[in-house]
C-alpha cells in the first residue's frame, strides 16, 4: 500500500506566491523527508523532520508533522523561477531505517 | 567530493536482453539503495545493500532481476530477459550506515532504461 500520498498531484501557482503540498501517510514513521526532482534528474533531499518535530525550517522552506494525523506539509514561501519541479514527501518507519517509501509527488508550476 | 555516480544514464535494451546498471556510492557511504520509477509517479523501493550483503530485497521481482555490492567496485542491478515494462529510471542512493546516518539519503541521476 501507499505509505505517503501527497496533495494536490499538480500545483500551479505564480512566481512570489507560496507553494503549500501536502501528505498523508499510514503507519508510524521514525522520520519523514521531503525531496525535490527535476525533470530528467536525480532526487534532492530538501528537508527531514522526525517523529518527535512539529515543525521545522530551512531557508524558504517550511516543514510541519502532525503524527496524530499521520500528515505533513511542505510550505515554498516567495516562489521563484527555479522552484519548478517534482516534490516527493518519502517516510522511514521504525523498523525500515534508511529505507525511504515515497510518495506520488506534486508537480509545481510556477508562472512569471 | 564527488556524488553517487550511475552509469549508463540512458540505456536501451531489446525484449529478451541483459541490462546491467550500475552505482558507485558517495565516498565513505556503505549503504546502497535501489529505486525504480514508472513515468510520472514516485519512487519504489527495489533493494537495499550492503558491501557484500543484500539487505532487503522485499522491493524487487523474484525473477530476472537481482542485485549485488562487492567488496570491491560499484553497486550492479541488473536485469535478465528484459520486457517492455522493465522501462523505467533506476535510481541508486546512498547513505554513510545506520551510525552516522541522519536518514538522508544521496541519489544519483538515474539510469534510463528503454525497452524496445
Known amino acids: 500500500s501507499q505509505q505517503g500520498e501527497e496533495d494536490p498531484q499538480a500545483l500551479s501557482i505564480q512566481e512570489g506566491e507560496n507553494a503549500t503540498m501536502n501528505c498523508s501517510y499510514k503507519t508510524s514513521i521514525n522520520n519523514l523527508q521531503w525531496y525535490r526532482q527535476n525533470s530528467g534528474r536525480g532526487l534532492v533531499h530538501l528537508i527531514l523532520?522526525?517523529?518527535?518535530?512539529r515543525e521545522k525550517h530551512s531557508g524558504r522552506l517550511r516543514v510541519t508533522l502532525d503524527t496524530s494525523k499521520k500528515s505533513s506539509s511542505l510550505l515554498i514561501t516567495a516562489s521563484r523561477a527555479a522552484d519548478p519541479a517534482s516534490y516527493f514527501c518519502?517516510?522511514?518507519?521504525?523498523?525500515?531505517?534508511?529505507?525511504?517509501?515515497f510518495g506520488q509527488g506534486t508537480i509545481l508550476t510556477v508562472h512569471p | 567530493n564527488a556524488g553517487v555516480m550511475q552509469n549508463p544514464r540512458h540505456l536501451v535494451r531489446r525484449r529478451g536482453q541483459e541490462a546491467r546498471l550500475r552505482c558507485s556510492p558517495m565516498?565513505?557511504?556503505?549503504?546502497v539503495y535501489w529505486y525504480r520509477q514508472l513515468p510520472e509517479e514516485g519512487l519504489k523501493f527495489m533493494v537495499y545493500?550492503?558491501?557484500?550483503?543484500?539487505?532487503?530485497e522485499s522491493g524487487m521481482p523474484k525473477e530476472r532481476f537481482s542485485a549485488e555490492f562487492p567488496k570491491e567496485g560499484p553497486s550492479i542491478l541488473r536485469i535478465q530477459q528484459v520486457v517492455r515494462g522493465d522501462s523505467a529510471a533506476y535510481f541508486c542512493?546512498?547513505?554513510?550506515?545506520?551510525?552516522?546516518?541522519?536518514?538522508?539519503?544521496?541519489f544519483g541521476e538515474g539510469s534510463r532504461l528503454t525497452v524496445l
Open positions: 545493500l550492503q558491501k557484500e550483503n543484500i539487505i532487503d
Open positions: 542512493a546512498s547513505s554513510p550506515g545506520t551510525e552516522a546516518a541522519t536518514g538522508e539519503l544521496f
Open positions: 565516498k565513505g557511504h556503505s549503504h
Open positions: 523532520i522526525r517523529s518527535n518535530e
Open positions: 518519502a517516510t522511514v518507519t521504525r523498523s525500515s531505517y534508511g529505507k525511504l517509501t
